[in-house]
């Protein structure tokens, strides 16, 4: 499949149903703007009917075409015939020195993770509150 083909077509449908819903919300909020009022509800009732048939050409697209994420992969099981996890750098957070031994295989930029992820950064400073308190 040609993905900028799937690329313009998706972006042309996004296109023209944003262009069918701010008309939709002019006419609602701004009825002056039109100089013809008597044929104001059948403009809304148009304008509503495309951005529908926008926005489900939108999904038919995405839905049989769109490229997938690659499946994951099955856990090894081990000799018992659980599953095992897989590997990691860095068993737990009181391992890590660093947020770099962390998250190696994310992909995001370690110092990137923390300005994102509230979650890494609380858990950061737990770490260092507890290593701050082994010295003492």
Known sequence: MNIKLFNAATTQIRGK?????ALIDLLLNDPTMVPEHSNL???????SRKLAEYEGALL???QYFAPR?????PHEE??????????TEVASIDEAKSPKKLVKSSGIP????LKRSPTMRKAMSAQRRRRK???E
Do not use: F, M, Y
Not at 110 to 113: F, H, I, K, S
């Open 17 to 21: 149903a944003l262009e069918s819903l």
């Open 41 to 47: 509800v059948d403009e809304i009732v148009t304008h």
């Open 60 to 62: 038919t697209l995405q």
């Open 69 to 73: 994420a690659p499946a994951p992969q």
């Open 78 to 87: 081990t000799k018992t015939g659980e599953p095992k996890e897989p590997a």
């Open 110 to 113: 370690p110092d990137e993770l």
């Open 133 to 135: 308190k082994e010295k």
